[in-house]
Nanobody
Framework: QVQVVESGGGLVQAGESLRLSCAAS???????MGWFRQGPGKERDIIAA????????YYSDSVKGRFTISRDYAKNTVYLQMNSLKPEDTAVYYC?????????????????WGQGTQVTVSS
């Protein structure tokens, strides 16, 4: 049984940093992974993705240059390092995984989802 669990969210001030972790258990082989977020009254949007091999990365324009996605195969964990946080980064952050695809920035391509972790950035 596959489980995806996010951690690391919290309340920070603008300009500070957070690192989110996403542990995916039950996956025999590496999976395509993505980070999405959903702000109040907004749709769930992709912000970062990493391919199964780690060779392909994607960042949305809103986080490019500030966020970094990475993965540790030994721990079956994907990280999202978030620097220079802004109030508009406030959202619930979701991690997604799928072992059928190599890489995707589309939510519907991902089979497994975490429960989400809240990130709140105060001004």
């Amino acid at each position: 049984q596959v489980q995806v669990v996010e951690s690391g969210g919290g309340l920070v001030q603008a300009g500070e940093s957070l690192r989110l972790s996403c542990a995916a258990s039950g996956l025999t082989f590496s999976a395509a992974m993505g980070w999405f977020r959903q702000g109040p009254g907004k749709e769930r949007d992709i912000i970062a993705a990493i391919s199964r091999s780690g060779s392909s990365l994607y960042y949305s324009d809103s986080v490019k240059g500030r966020f970094t996605i990475s993965r540790d195969y030994a721990k079956n964990t994907v990280y999202l390092q978030m620097n220079s946080l802004k109030p508009e980064d406030t959202a619930v952050y979701y991690c997604a995984a799928d072992r059928r695809i190599t890489f995707s920035t589309t939510a519907r391509d991902y089979e497994y989802w975490g429960q989400g972790t809240q990130v709140t950035v105060s001004s």
